[in-house]
């Protein structure tokens, strides 16, 4: 995946000129992961800027140069970095474009890795996605293969209004594909079927796909992979759901307030009556995020999954 | 290894124009008579807006306003040394730059009466939507410059903001990032030395709000923000520099906010009415006054007219504000996104209540 979205910034950098590359470690040192390895030797670093360590400023300048005229790509080290710049995403980004009623807008791409699952160190394995989600005028897109991640992000590029685009750290590496060379686009706010069966809808994102598939490998299951979190998928949701009636959501985050919750509470709401059993959620439990030792512990694994399947199945 | 001296600045603060109405002549900008009576009519109509806008809210016809009264020279002496181009990111206290700049002024009380439709700067005006939170544009104005350099567009940017300001992150991060990468951009901090209740001592231990620059990398001077020449020199000098590829530059307007805080604020509650008579005194309109007609720019037959274009556009804009239909509900969604989300579509149909 790590290849794959830095082969989107290549493409894209090179048909634009427009976008603009900033964060902290980004130039020299091609990021601590190395998504944005080369950008500076090809591009410049009036292009791929070195930024001082200030995550509200990074954001804060790139909404400047967003309303100025530029695609500004700011990377944020790790999304447990983040949090300083949400009073930027919050109070400005989203709202920009409402609050100058159009007069100006703020086509930024905000990138952060994020998950746990990595062993990493503490504040490093972030995942409160809902967090964004949460705010109206942002865009909030997760992929889940190096496939889709190279065209959820040339979608990014050329979208209109803030996104938010988040970089699971456990599928950098994980995942192997051919992705094709040029750019090619995948539209945000669409989910895609992963798999498809007649007893369970299982929705997913990030890397909780994977262990999702794995589960639900011998089952009749819809898996829905959904991409983008804000605006979601509704539709590709209700349609599977009427036609399986069992709905579980498996997510990373811990469990009060995650996106799961919204996505259970729209079932609710708009297609109560074809459900055969209760909406299931797997998540984390509610904790502060433990330390490598427990991790494994703390985030859903494929056999928790499966004991949730059965258990739905039962309904 | 002896001990060394690494670095040592010096802050300077310039004043041109006394409160008796005179002026340093060698320190004068070159501004035309006509120039001076120009800027003369910009502070008189920021003047009356003021007044309009506080009786306006007291008689209920708009919302909670922050007073520019006593601060009109920063603005308006910033405002005139603009070119047209350059880009401004203001705090939510700069009406007098907005009026200079030739923003709409019906806008201005469109805004305050809670139409977010008065934040649609005109095309022709690079203006930034006011900032409520404070400091948090400091950062996009850095962002703005550092655009423009990449496109190399001749132009500045300018942002506002008060003493307050400075005790926040997004200053440090917005002004460090400037400097490390020489943005052209002027800081223009009001210190109008309360933020609501906290004086600039609880705000501060520094002497001076200009020498926080230097930490940065690049200049800060004070100037007297009572004082329209010292104010129109010092950002006219910045902004060409910035232009020219010379950085950032920091310029401290020491001033006072003669009002209260908001028309939600009583003053009286923490501070001296002798403090606020001592500062009315130093009046930037009633010096530049006093200049005026000491060299003989302008007679009675100007100040009167002045006073009578000020009022009779402060009318006009208030009946233009107040004939304007309120929006429509569901303008709220129309620029949350560039297209609509299939929620907000419905929950757009579904807009039947309200309105009270």
Known sequence: MVQAINLALHEEMMRDVDIIVLGEDVGRNGGVFRVTDGLMDKYGPERVMDTPLAESGIVGMAIGMAAYGLKPVAEVQFMGFIYPAIDQLYTHAARLRSRSRGRFTCPIVVRTPYGAGVKAIEIHSESTEALFCHMAGLKVVVPSTPYNAKGLLVSALRDNDPVIFLEPTRLYRMIKEEVPEGPYTLPLGKARMVKSGKDLTIVAWGSML????????????DVIDLM?????????IMESVKKTGRLMIVEEAQKTGGFASEISATVSEEAIFYLRAPVMRVASPDVVLPFPKLEGYYMPD???IKEKIEEILRY | MPEKIMESFQVKSLQILDEKGEADRALMPSLEENDIRTIYEFLLLARAFDERALALQREGR????????????????????????????????????????GYPIHMLYQFWAGDE?????PPDLNIFPVCISVSTQIPHAVGAALAAKYKKDNIAVITFFGEGATSKGDFNEALNIAGVNKAPVVFICQNNQWAISVPLSKQTASKTLAQKAFSYGFPGIQVDGNDVFAVYRTAKEALEKARAGGGP???ECFTYRISDHTTADDASRYRKKEEVEEWEKRDPILRLRLHMEKEGMAGGDFFE????????KIDEAVSRAESIPPPDPADMFTFTYKELTPRQMKQMKGLGHGGT
């Open chain 2, 117 to 121: 439709r008065g934040l649609a700067s």
């Open chain 1, 210 to 221: 994977h262990r999702a598939v794995n589960a639900a490998q011998d089952k009749s299951a």
């Open chain 2, 62 to 101: 708009l919302g909670t306003y922050a007073s520019i009264r006593g601060q009109e020279a920063v603005q308006v002496g910033s405002a005139y040394a603009m070119e047209k181009n350059d880009w401004v990111f203001p705090s939510f206290r700069e009406s007098g730059m907005h009026i200079a700049r």
């Open chain 1, 302 to 304: 494929t056999a928790h």
């Open chain 2, 249 to 251: 530059t920091f310029i």
């Open chain 2, 305 to 312: 007219g002045a006073a009578k274009r000020a009022r009779e």
């Open chain 1, 228 to 236: 983008t979190l804000r605006p979601f998928d509704e539709e590709a």
